[in-house]
C-alpha cells in the first residue's frame, strides 16, 4: 500500500496573513458602500412598485374547480364589510396543538395577502 502523497507546505495550504474570504468581505470598507447600494436599491424598487394604478380591468371569472370556487366567495365583500375567519379543527385527524396554530397561522397569511391586494 502506497503512503499519502505528502502537502508542499508552499503551495496550496493557507498563508498566516491570508484572511477567509468572509472576513474580507465584511470590513468597513466593502460593508458598508454594499449595505448602502442594497438599501437605495431596494428603496428604488419599492417606490416603482407604488407607482402602479390603483385600479385594475376586471379579471376573468375562475376556473370551476379552482381553489378560490371551492372556498365559496363567489363575490368579494364590499368596502368597509366585516371578514370573519374561521378555524374547523376535526377530531378524527387527531391534529395536535402546533399543527392547528400552523393552520390558523397559515389562514391568517392568506387572508392578509387578500386584504393587501383589495387595496
Given at each position: 500500500m502506497a503512503a499519502p502523497p505528502r502537502?508542499?507546505?508552499n503551495h496550496g495550504g493557507k498563508r498566516?496573513?491570508?484572511?477567509?474570504?468572509?472576513?474580507a468581505g465584511i470590513r468597513p470598507a466593502n460593508f458598508l458602500p454594499g449595505l448602502a447600494i442594497g438599501?437605495?436599491?431596494g428603496l428604488l424598487l419599492d417606490l416603482s412598485s407604488s407607482w402602479?394604478?390603483?385600479f385594475s380591468l376586471p379579471s376573468a371569472p375562475a376556473p370551476r374547480g379552482s381553489k378560490r370556487a371551492a372556498a365559496g366567495s363567489s363575490a368579494a365583500?364590499?368596502?368597509g364589510e366585516e371578514l370573519k375567519m374561521v378555524l374547523v379543527v376535526r377530531q378524527?385527524?387527531?391534529m395536535g396543538a402546533g399543527k392547528i396554530a400552523s393552520q390558523c397561522?397559515?389562514?391568517a397569511?392568506?387572508?392578509y395577502a387578500d386584504l393587501l391586494a383589495r387595496c
Amino acid at each position: 500500500m502506497a503512503a499519502p502523497p505528502r502537502r508542499n507546505p508552499n503551495h496550496g495550504g493557507k498563508r498566516k496573513d491570508e484572511e477567509p474570504w468572509l472576513a474580507a468581505g465584511i470590513r468597513p470598507a466593502n460593508f458598508l458602500p454594499g449595505l448602502a447600494i442594497g438599501f437605495l436599491l431596494g428603496l428604488l424598487l419599492d417606490l416603482s412598485s407604488s407607482w402602479r394604478p390603483r385600479f385594475s380591468l376586471p379579471s376573468a371569472p375562475a376556473p370551476r374547480g379552482s381553489k378560490r370556487a371551492a372556498a365559496g366567495s363567489s363575490a368579494a365583500p364590499a368596502p368597509g364589510e366585516e371578514l370573519k375567519m374561521v378555524l374547523v379543527v376535526r377530531q378524527d385527524l387527531k391534529m395536535g396543538a402546533g399543527k392547528i396554530a400552523s393552520q390558523c397561522a397559515h389562514a391568517a397569511t392568506g387572508l392578509y395577502a387578500d386584504l393587501l391586494a383589495r387595496c
